[in-house]
């Protein structure tokens, strides 16, 4: 990994990043590579000095690894996405699907398998923190604040879903970007590698089954009512389709 000029530490534009890694070595390496990259950069090597580093300054990024001591990085993504809104990358070992499945279904944003090039890792931190931009200030399209369906309201500039009681629904990153794809392009079908290219652009594995996870999750949250019509509909052998009719406000 070679050095590059790192840039001032105290430009309030700097993302602040938690590196979560038992492998002490491994974080000293990753914190360097990323502070030269322009990054903030806190480092921790389990749940207690997770927490005690979340509490010091609330990451924009956590990366999170599943194997930790304790507590497994799965059930730390799940108590980070139930208390705050940030982005979580998890790291995976080679060839450990179910993990990075129960990942996506716990909320993380993005995963990446071990052994893994730290330029792989950086590309993937500037696609997630992009999207986690794009998504607050609506800057892909400042038109479209808020989407109205089913008596649902999307709020794109804000990153907030509203049910028709008006009760805020938690989205991650990766929902949020899946709900808005669905929303804007309603009634049509979508294949499972289109929404992952308008979803998560470039920056994706062809990695079918995060698709599908990110769905069930979006449908447990959008369809409580069982009886009631399913807004995202399975098309054999064809991908999604969003069912409801979409107003832009």
């Not at 792989?120 to 931009?133: K, T």
Request: charged residues 25%; glycine residues 6%; neutral net charge.
């Amino acid at each position: 990994m070679g050095a590059t000029n790192p840039h001032p530490a105290a430009s309030p534009t700097v993302s602040h990043l938690l590196l979560v890694d038992d492998d002490v070595e491994v974080l000293a390496l990753l914190q360097k590579f990323l502070e030269q990259h322009g990054y903030s950069v806190a480092v921790a090597t389990g749940g207690p000095s997770l927490w005690r580093a979340v509490k010091r300054r609330l990451p924009d990024l956590v990366i999170l690894d599943v194997m930790l001591p304790g507590e497994s990085g799965l059930v730390l993504c799940q108590q980070l996405r139930a208390r705050h809104s940030v982005a979580v990358i998890m790291l995976t070992a080679m060839g450990e699907l179910s993990d990075r499945v129960v990942g996506l279904e716990l909320g993380a944003d993005d995963y990446l398998t071990k052994p893994f090039d730290a330029r792989e890792l950086l590309a993937r931190v500037r696609a997630v923190l992009r999207r986690v931009s794009e998504a607050v200030t609506g800057s892909n399209d400042a038109a479209r604040a808020v989407l109205e369906f089913a008596s649902w309201q999307l709020d794109v500039t804000r990153r907030e879903l509203r049910s028709p009681e008006k009760v805020m629904i938690p989205l991650s990153t990766g929902e949020f970007e899946l709900l808005l794809v669905f929303a804007e392009h309603p009634r049509r079908v979508l294949t499972r590698q289109q929404l992952l290219d308008m979803a998560r652009g470039e920056a994706h594995d062809a990695f079918d089954r995060s698709i599908d996870v990110q769905v069930s999750r979006l449908r447990r949250k959008l369809e409580a009512d069982l009886h009631s019509e399913p807004m995202i509909r399975t098309i054999r052998n064809g991908g999604y389709l969003f069912s409801p009719s979409v107003v832009r406000r």
